[in-house]
T-cell receptor
Framework: DAMVIQNPRYQVTQFGKPVTLSCSQTLNHNVMYWYQQKSSQAPKLLFHYYDKDFNNEADTPDNFQSRRPNTSFCFLDIRSPGLGDAAMYLC?????????????????FGPGTRLTVL | AQSVTQLDSQVPVFEEAPVELRCNYSSSVSVYLFWYVQYPNQGLQLLLKYLSGSTLVKGINGFEAEFNKSQTSFHLRKPSVHISDTAEYFCAVSEWGSQGNLIFGKGTKLSVKP
């Protein structure tokens, strides 16, 4: 009953060779997030989609792009991976992505894709 | 700017011992607070969250956390740990009025020994 699915779980690419990571969800949530988690570090938000609206974090490198062709799928494209981009990439979803006065969304995370750059 | 500090990067404990994982935050506005657990090579799973009301929050797997506004802390506790609790634990905050973006601490690796 996986709700947030990430493929592949492990990805190996070469320095400079474009790579795409995939995320899909069965929750019909409006918001999808991509986080980068380097070894022994906290997950760091790269960007998120609210429906089709793309929201990029200010310090996300231009090398990282994202696509959301429909509600269920979201892709992370790394145009020219460097050695420093080796990390676990986590996809998450939430229903409305709002912090309300008396409630807030829970973010549901996928299992992650571990990217190795050779 | 908001930030989250987890003072202990690693916490080794023996099975059936109590444990406390510390979390402090800073923010200029009211926040929501979360604890997530990450088992090896897996994604993050929500343990518990504090939104408002009672400052003692109970979560899954026997964990609980207490919100202390004056000390800006949200420490996670469990009275008796199991081997299966071995994992990394992340504290996170989300600011009121934001789009729900989470700011994580650097994590605490809990290692439960027999």
């Amino acid at each position: 009953d996986a709700m947030v699915i990430q493929n592949p779980r492990y990805q190996v690419t070469q320095f400079g060779k474009p790579v795409t990571l995939s995320c899909s969800q069965t929750l019909n949530h409006n918001v999808m997030y991509w986080y980068q988690q380097k070894s022994s570090q906290a997950p760091k938000l790269l960007f998120h989609y609210y429906d089709k609206d793309f929201n990029n974090e200010a310090d996300t490198p231009d090398n990282f792009q994202s696509r959301r062709p429909n509600t269920s799928f979201c892709f992370l494209d790394i145009r020219s991976p460097g050695l420093g981009d080796a990390a676990m990439y986590l996809c998450a979803t939430s229903r409305v992505g709002l912090v309300l006065a008396n409630d807030t969304d829970t973010q549901y995370f996928g299992p992650g894709t571990r990217l190795t750059v050779l | 700017a908001q930030s989250v500090t987890q003072l202990d990067s690693q916490v080794p404990v023996f099975e059936e011992a109590p444990v406390e994982l510390r979390c402090n935050y800073s923010s200029s506005v009211s926040v929501y607070l979360f604890w997530y657990v990450q088992y090896p090579n897996q994604g993050l799973q929500l343990l518990l969250k504090y939104l408002s009301g009672s400052t003692l929050v109970k979560g899954i797997n026997g964990f609980e956390a207490e919100f202390n506004k004056s000390q800006t802390s949200f420490h996670l506790r469990k009275p008796s740990v199991h081997i299966s609790d071995t994992a990394e634990y992340f504290c996170a905050v989300s600011e009121w009025g934001s789009q729900g973006n989470l700011i994580f601490g650097k994590g605490t690796k809990l290692s439960v020994k027999p």
